[in-house]
């Protein structure tokens, strides 16, 4: 396994994460999800992506006891905030209210006194920046955290961002997590130069296309995939990126290779 610097930050990761999105709590069982989580950290993988919202809170209620083996501080956990987790008016967004007590209720499910990384999931127009950063501040003053960033924002609001930060002398966001792939290069016309700029770090994620990128859909949407029991790739189901994706097949094999490992390959030779 080889390790980056997240940005101008000093701590390192495995270049390749693992992360629970629609698998662990949801599709995939507590039985299933120990034996993976634990192989993957045997090939050195140090970085478990999660998020609050992944399976209701359920992703990190398995991964927590699975982790308790190991340990922790040769772990690099991350987790995010933002998506309503009930009903409740002030249990969603980027408040202050709700990232201080969000945090606490991830720290309980996945077990630990802190997270190495910590998520805006998205960006939240009805919460001012200061707002934002000061309780992000804060928690990197109480030890809940120790970096923190950014998911799927535009580089506009980074900007904004990282400029309310310095103003206020807090600590800055270190990290954004935009989705891409070989299917969705939105990131490389200014999101990748402002994290650039500014010293941030990528994290992304669906590599994969959410499976398109497999392979799995050359001839047709198979009943049983993501493709055809959900509308999480109905955006990628099209006919240009099945042309796509039939020629990048075939590339692959000429180079002897599945499509799977050229995608995350193609991914893997970005800084």
Request: hydrophobic content about 35%; proline content about 3%.
């Amino acid at each position: 396994m080889k390790y980056r610097n997240i940005g101008k930050s000093g701590i390192k990761i495995s270049e390749i994460a693992i992360g629970g999105w629609l698998t662990y709590g949801g599709t995939v069982d507590s039985d299933k999800t120990a034996p993976i989580i634990r192989r993957a950290i045997e090939l050195g993988i140090n970085y478990i992506d999660l998020a609050d919202v992944y399976a209701k809170g359920k992703a990190e209620e398995t991964i927590g006891p699975i982790i308790k083996d190991f340990t922790r501080s040769d772990l690099v956990l991350s987790s995010k905030v933002f998506w309503p987790m009930s009903d409740n008016i002030n249990d969603r967004g980027l408040s202050r209210k709700h990232i201080m007590e969000s945090v606490e209720k991830t720290l309980k499910r996945l077990k630990t006194d802190y997270l190495d990384l910590y998520f805006c999931h998205r960006y939240d127009a009805e919460v001012g920046e200061e707002e934002i950063v000061r309780a992000m501040d804060d928690l990197v003053h109480q030890g809940k955290i120790l970096y923190w960033g950014t998911s799927v924002w535009r580089a506009d609001k980074i900007e904004r961002l990282v400029g309310v930060a310095e103003k206020l002398n807090c600590y800055s966001p270190m990290v954004e997590q935009p989705r891409y792939n070989m299917l969705d290069r939105h990131i490389e016309t200014d999101v990748m130069s402002s994290c650039k700029r500014h010293g941030l770090g990528l994290t992304v994620w669906s590599p994969l296309a959410q499976g398109f990128l497999t392979g799995k859909y050359n001839n047709g949407i198979p009943d049983d995939s993501r493709g055809g029991t959900t509308n999480w790739l109905k955006e990628y189901l099209n006919d240009e990126n099945f042309d796509a994706c039939r020629k990048l097949t075939e590339l692959a094999e000429s180079l002897d290779m599945t499509l799977s490992q050229m995608a995350l390959a193609w991914i893997l030779r970005r800084d």
